[in-house]
């Protein structure tokens, strides 16, 4: 299956101070990523969809301005926390659609995903 | 607005037997796709198994099968042979076009396979 690399996968930073996420596509060209945010033992929540050259849409109740999103190519999206606090600290996971020309149609491939924590 | 259900928070399966997940959706749409994803401790979610809604034949992926019956909207996962590195959270997930290609997922059942 194709490869979406996330990095890093562990990050500590201090209240207030920003941290950045990479999510790339290392095999195939991706319009189109998404990232999510996961509590302990529940489901993914979507926070946004990265779009390739245009502006992010984020998800109802997701803070566009905390949680800046970058596409700015087709490989690489980057989500970045801003002055973040405790409470932010989670697991965060990009995912990146593949489109097949051939009979497969539309796959959603994940990354490795990246823990947060603020302290 | 679509829906994914998976009625089963918690299963257990010896090794080496047949266990199967459970999973429905709601939706008005025609063509769609249906995914299986496994999260294992790493956190690494995993494509197990994809099902395109207009086709008939129920996807394989080795020990993975699906059963897809399109009227119920019913969507389940069947492992054969279960082996401990299946213990995993499992996924059903749900994806349309229509809907910006973002993925609708269930709760997640937890699966165990003991030996």
């Known amino acids: 299956g194709a490869v979406v690399s996330q990095h890093p996968s562990r990050v500590i930073c201090k209240s207030g101070t920003s941290v950045k996420i990479e999510c790339r596509s290392l095999?195939?060209?991706?319009?189109?990523m998404f990232w999510y945010r996961q509590f302990p033992k529940k489901s993914l929540m979507l926070m946004a969809t990265?779009?390739?050259?245009?502006?992010?849409?984020?998800e109802q109740g997701v803070e566009k301005d905390k949680f800046l999103i970058n596409h700015a190519s087709l490989t690489l999206s980057t989500l970045t926390v801003t002055s973040a606090h405790p409470e932010d600290s989670s697991f965060y996971i990009c995912?990146?659609?593949?489109?097949?020309?051939?009979?497969?149609?539309?796959?959603?491939?994940f990354g490795e995903g990246s823990w947060l924590t603020v302290v | 607005a679509q829906t994914v259900t998976q009625s089963q928070p918690e299963m257990s399966v010896q090794e080496a037997e047949t266990v199967t997940l459970s999973c429905t959706y709601d939706?008005?749409?025609?063509?769609?796709?249906l995914f299986w994803y496994k999260q294992p401790p790493s956190r690494q979610m995993i494509l197990v198994i994809r099902?395109?809604?207009?086709?008939?034949q129920n996807a394989t992926e080795n020990r993975f099968s699906v059963n897809f019956q399109k009227a119920a909207k019913s969507f389940s996962l069947k492992i054969s042979d279960s082996q401990l590195g299946d213990t995993a959270m499992y996924f059903c997930a749900f994806m349309a076009s229509e809907y910006g290609n973002k993925l609708v997922f269930g709760a997640g059942t937890i699966l165990r396979v003991k030996s």
């Open positions: 095999d195939f060209q991706a319009t189109t």
């Open positions: 995912s990146a659609m593949a489109v097949f020309t051939d009979s497969s149609g539309n796959t959603i491939y």
């Open positions: 939706t008005s749409e025609n063509n769609y796709y």
């Open positions: 099902q395109e809604a207009y086709k008939q």
């Open positions: 990265s779009n390739e050259g245009s502006k992010a849409t984020y």
